[in-house]
């Protein structure tokens, strides 16, 4: 079974990082693309970032590009979402998802990722 597990988020001023986790089970890493999404009250659910550690590729759209970096353990069977230099307007829900597939399309969307994670609360206050 395959299963997905956030932890890192929490409260953060403005300017400050946060490091979230996705623990996984139940796949090899090598088999799948893994992304972050994240969703804000009464917004779409938003691709931040994600990753083919067999390819070596990694996609970023244009509002979190030079702040996030996504980065994987397989080792751990962790993938990681650096955000530095955060902005009120990340605050949201971040969720964690896997596709079962190692090619990584971009832009990373959601109807592409089949597993998800349950999601962790990221606060960046003003």
């Known amino acids: 079974e395959v299963q997905l597990v956030e932890s890192g988020g929490g409260l953060v001023q403005a300017g400050g990082s946060l490091r979230l986790s996705c623990a996984a089970s139940g796949f090899t890493f090598d088999d799948f693309a893994i992304a972050w999404f994240r969703q804000a009250p009464g917004k779409e659910r938003e691709g931040v970032s994600c990753i083919s550690s067999s390819e070596g590729s990694t996609y970023y759209p244009d509002s979190v590009k030079g702040r996030f970096t996504i980065s994987s353990d397989n080792a751990r069977n962790t993938v990681y979402l650096q955000m530095n230099s955060l902005k009120p307007e990340d605050t949201a829900v971040y969720h964690c998802?896997?596709?079962?597939?190692?090619?990584?399309?971009?832009?990373?969307?959601?109807?592409?990722?089949?597993?998800w994670g349950q999601g962790i609360q990221v606060t960046v206050s003003s």
């Open positions: 998802a896997a596709r079962p597939s190692p090619l990584l399309l971009v832009p990373c969307t959601p109807g592409d990722y089949h597993y």
